[in-house]
Each structure stands twice: as C-alpha cells, then as structure tokens.
Nanobody
Framework: QVQLVESGGGLVQAGGSLRLSCAAS????????MGWYRQAPGKQRELVAT???????NYADSVKGRFTISRDNAKNTVYLQMNSLKPEDTAVYYC???????????????WGQGTQVTVSS
C-alpha cells in the first residue's frame, strides 16, 4: 500500500504561481513513476506531468514551459511548480504513483485525495 497526501493548492490570480507537494508513505520502495493529473468540473481527468524514478519528465502540451515537475526521493515527495497560471488551469489536482506491482498487465497505481487549484481572472 502507498499513501499519497497532496498540499499547496489554493486561490491565485492569473499570472501567479503555486507549488503543489505530494508526500508518499507506505511501500515507497515499490514506487516507480509519479505524476500529477487534474480534473476540471464537467471534464475528464487529464495528465499534467509525470516523472520517472530516473527523473525523466513528460508534460501535457498545455502546461509546457509553465509547469515543472520534480522529485525528492530522500523525502519521498514530488512537486509541481506552476507558474504563469491561467483560469483554465482551475481544477482539482491529483498526485499519483505507479508501482512495480503488476495487476492485469498494468502497474498498480495509487492516487492522492486531490487539492483544489483556483485561478481567478
């Protein structure tokens, strides 16, 4: 079992910045890739950014150049630095962690509870 706890969400004006944190606990030795997803009202959950255990990163086109994902393995924490925020970035942001446990040909994935980010215009 892996537990993920997000923090750092809030209300910010357009153009502002926020940093989200996600602390992992439990079977952390099994964690491989970690990432951030978001879900806006009435929309499907979408990928924001991922980072592998080797710190290779991947970003959605909509956030490239504005968001940065990073990982501190010593603290078992992944971060999402969000700059130049736009109203369309408003969503609940979820942290996730893939593990090296495979079920039905897919890595077992854990999710945090989500943190609200609201960007006002």
């Amino acid at each position: 079992q892996v537990q993920l706890v997000e923090s750092g969400g809030g209300l910010v004006q357009a153009g502002g910045s926020l940093r989200l944190s996600c602390a992992a606990s439990g079977s952390i030795f099994s964690i491989t890739t970690m990432g951030w997803y978001r879900q806006a009202p009435g929309k499907q959950r979408e990928l924001v950014a991922t980072i592998t255990s080797g710190t290779n990163t991947n970003y959605a086109d909509s956030v490239k150049g504005r968001f940065t994902i990073s990982r501190d393995n010593a603290k078992n924490t992944v971060y999402l630095q969000m700059n130049s925020l736009k109203p369309e970035d408003t969503a609940v942001y979820y942290c996730n962690a893939d593990t090296n446990v495979v079920l039905a040909f897919r890595p077992l994935r854990y999710w945090g509870q989500g943190t609200q980010v609201t960007v006002s215009s």
